[in-house]
């Protein structure tokens, strides 16, 4: 396993419940060979001590801005040249506020400002602070700047409640350190994945649709990225926020979907249909709004373009995987479906279950390629969209060198 030698690390610790956590991050980022100088805001030396983490950091610790000894010991421009990377964990929600406005009122909000080394932060907080509207806002914001986020998990929490703002075990945030650190395995390589699902219209007020969430294509958009990958997002209407780094391009029905593929289809080496396109469509759309005088309305449907049937008969089709939702027989329907629509690899789930499927933030997955499958059992579907992007490279792979080996 890759590690951490010789990154140099400014680990800025705010004041969260979740400090606690910071000293075994430190114990795990040396373990790895980094080099890690802690920052401490005045608030976090009251859940944990300079002591602590400078003996685990064997480096003294940093607390204050306006300090004739700190900036002459080193200086919060000397620290913001010095780091490879700016980790804040836990990173507390007034922490992210003052992030989002570029604020430098103190030693760590400082540095953040005057360095031009990425910035990771790991939230750590109340779920209800982390839904907060004004949080929210913060989120896109640092998004957009292109701040890099890990988690927050879900679960039970200090203060008591249950949700989404706890702060990610350290393993969990030494983990993903690595993988930023480290070049793709699909470095280069342009990935187009199709999310959400697709609106067929009736008249100007009403459409056919289905349940489907996105959450996975996103989830598989976020996977790739990380991995490396150029990611175009194709997505039906759908209400998440795009994953960083990664090209979005709206669209509403089948037809525009399959448009807009096909634009792009020639220079994408791995297309991965997860959207739950709409089978049919109305033949006619009213131009008015459909009156509810009769007392039966017959609405004739008609098939929409295949999209994954379009790709892979392109002359030199893309590593082409597809999706298939099923509510009974997962297998046989996904193996039928892998083969008749000549496809490299089938993702096959089972929906209309309790857990799982559209709309829920979990998922299983059973994978299907010629002579082989693999199950993903029910995890968080970033979780699931990283197992399942680890066996697309490896038979990406394995087939792009089996077609050099064949010229
Ligand atoms: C016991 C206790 C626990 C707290 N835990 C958190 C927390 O987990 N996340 C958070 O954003 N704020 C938490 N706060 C509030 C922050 O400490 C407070 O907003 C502080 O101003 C943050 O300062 P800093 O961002 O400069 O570190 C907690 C406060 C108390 C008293």
Same mark, same amino acid.
């Given at each position: ?164 703002? #706890? ?84 669209? #509403? ?27 049919? #469509? ?126």
């Amino acid at each position: 396993m890759s590690n951490l030698t010789n990154k140099r690390i400014v680990l800025g610790v705010c004041g969260s419940i979740a400090a606690y956590k910071s000293a075994d991050l430190v114990r795990r980022l040396k373990e790895m060979g980094a080099e890690v100088r802690v920052v401490m805001t005045q608030s976090a030396g009251e859940f944990i001590t300079a002591l602590t983490l400078q003996t685990l950091s064997h480096n003294p610790v940093h607390q204050y801005l306006l300090d004739c000894d700190s900036e002459s010991n080193m200086s919060h421009i000397e620290l913001a040249r010095w780091a490879d990377i700016v980790l804040i964990a836990p990173c507390s929600a007034n922490f992210m506020s003052k992030l989002a406005q570029g604020m430098a009122d103190d030693l760590l909000s400082t540095v953040c400002l005057a360095t031009r080394a990425p910035i990771v932060y790991v939230p750590a907080m109340n779920n209800v602070m982390w839904e907060n509207k004004a949080t929210r806002e913060n989120v896109i914001t640092l998004q957009k700047r292109g701040f890099v986020r890990f988690g927050p998990a879900s679960g039970d929490q200090a203060c008591g409640e249950t949700g989404l703002g #706890r702060m990610l075990e350290p393993v969990q945030i030494s983990n993903q350190l690595i993988e930023l650190f480290q070049p793709g395995l699909l470095q280069d390589k342009n990935i187009m994945i199709t999310a959400g699902p697709t609106q067929e219209d009736i008249d100007p007020v009403r459409f056919i649709s289905n349940r489907s969430s996105g959450k996975m294509g996103f989830a598989i958009a976020q996977a790739a990225r990380e991995a490396g990958a150029n990611v175009t997002l194709v997505c039906g209407p759908v209400k998440l926020t795009t994953p960083q780094g990664v090209n979005r391009l709206d669209v #509403r029905t089948a037809d525009e979907m399959k448009s807009v593929v096909m634009e792009n289809i020639n220079t994408t080496d791995i297309f991965i249909s997860a959207a739950a396109v709409a089978d049919y #469509r109305p033949e006619t759309v009213a131009t008015k709004k459909i009156k509810k005088a009769a007392s039966k309305l017959d609405l004739k449907l008609i098939r929409n373009p295949d999209i994954l049937s379009l790709v892979t008969n392109e002359p030199v089709p893309p590593f082409t995987v597809g999706f298939a939702a099923e509510t009974d027989n997962v297998r046989e329907n996904a193996l039928a479906k892998l083969n008749s629509k000549s496809l490299d690899m089938i993702a096959a789930n089972e929906v209309g279950k309790e857990q799982g499927g559209f709309d829920s933030n979990e998922n299983a997955l059973s994978i299907y390629w010629q002579n082989g499958e693999q199950q993903l059992p029910m995890a968080n579907k970033n979780t699931i969209a990283r197992q399942l992007m680890t066996i697309i490279t490896e038979k990406f792979r394995e087939k792009s060198s089996a077609n050099n080996a064949l010229i």
